[in-house]
């Protein structure tokens, strides 16, 4: 079978824009505008796990490979939903960046990365609140799921978040992604600052700059 301009599958679609993004190197935490509308589209086709719900009897090698495909096609809906947050976070547009986060988390709810994210952008919307009950959430669900509680550096932000001690972003020249290790061009997904005094007072002054529009922190 070969789709073609009558048929739409909704997967080939899928692989096909993250391929072209795959191909157009950009600078972390960047996307170019074609590639981020080949982003928001990819994402748009995304409403359940692939063959949901589908299953063969005494077929071991086909669910095998199922499995294999339903996670690839999850990690690279995670690479575009966090690219497209960030690109969000960016430019202060912090609700769009908080809803493509939580389909993140929805997406895999036990990935601490993906409740500190949210975490840190409900926080720079002004919503400490939201984001403290955030963590609330997540601790509920990983001593539910897992029978063990939040990560060191989950804990730490939360308590960060509490004091009010994150540094608050906004407009281009600034961003709440951390670049992430990645083997493609697609942008590296974002995790949250913890708060550490001294880094925050360099990072503040980074930000107070002119001539600084994007951030990228690693380690």
Known sequence: FTPDDAVSVDVVAFRAHVSRIRAHA???GA???????????????CRSDFLADFSLRDASDFETWLATEREALRMDLASLLTALAECAAAEARWDTAIDYTRRWVALDPLDEAAHRTLM???????????ALRH?????????AELDVGPED??????GAIRRGQLP????VQSTSAVERA??????????TLIGREEAEAQIAGLLRRADVRLLTLTG
């Not at 080949?38 to 748009?44: F, L, M, N, R, S």
């Not at 550096?153 to 939360?158: D, F, M, Y």
């Open 120 to 130: 840190a952008l409900y926080y720079q919307n002004g919503q400490r609140s939201a």
């Open 168 to 171: 608050m972003l906004a407009g």
């Open 182 to 191: 990645t083997t493609t061009n697609l942008p590296a997904g974002l995790t």
């Open 31 to 45: 996307l170019c505008p074609a590639c981020h509308r080949a982003a928001a589209e990819a994402v748009d086709l």
């Open 153 to 158: 550096e989950t804990t730490q932000l939360a």
């Open 26 to 28: 950009h600078p972390a």
């Open 135 to 143: 963590f609330d959430e997540c601790e509920r669900l990983l001593r």
